[in-house]
């Protein structure tokens, strides 16, 4: 019988084939960090600003029943609701103040939200107001009209 010789492949510090070298594995880390610090305040306006659209949304259809109620019964309703059902939107809480014959709804951001600051409102003429109050747009007293971006 005939002995076989089998030879093993180099070992890989032989061939020449290491890992990563410390530099490059740090200057990878640094892009990342770099790409990060630059996308997450993109990111969280991006989500803010998607926050924001609810407001308005709920507060056009509210004016759109409102105006319908006051057509059946020639008032605005009395109450907290303002004669209506009130909206019960996620990231704002609701308020609504009336006489009868005229109404002030308001959605203001919660405070765990990232519309917090901010306050929209609408009258029955259809006034549309938004106030920043601490919130993360930094514009100054109130616009009459519905903010819906950093300025």
């Known amino acids: ?39 997450y305040p993109s990111y969280t306006d991006y989500l803010r600003r998607g926050q924001a659209q609810e407001a308005p949304g709920v507060l056009a259809d509210f004016r759109a029943r409102m105006e319908q109620y006051y057509q059946d019964n020639r008032n605005y309703g009395t109450g907290a609701n303002c004669g ?47 106030t920043c109050n601490g919130c993360a747009w930094n514009f100054s007293g109130t616009q009459s009209y519905w903010v819906l971006r950093k300025q």
């Open 84 to 130: 209506v059902a009130a909206p019960a939107p996620k990231n704002f809480s609701w308020t609504c103040t009336n006489s009868g014959q005229s109404y002030l709804a308001t959605a203001t951001g919660n405070t765990g939200s990232l519309v917090r600051g901010l306050a929209y409102s609408i009258n029955q003429t259809n006034s549309q107001q938004t």
């Open 1 to 39: 019988m005939k002995l076989q010789t089998v030879q093993c492949p180099p070992s890989s510090a032989r061939r020449g084939i290491g890992g990563f070298t410390l530099i490059e594995v740090l200057i990878t880390i640094a892009i990342v960090a770099i790409l990060a610090s630059i996308a």
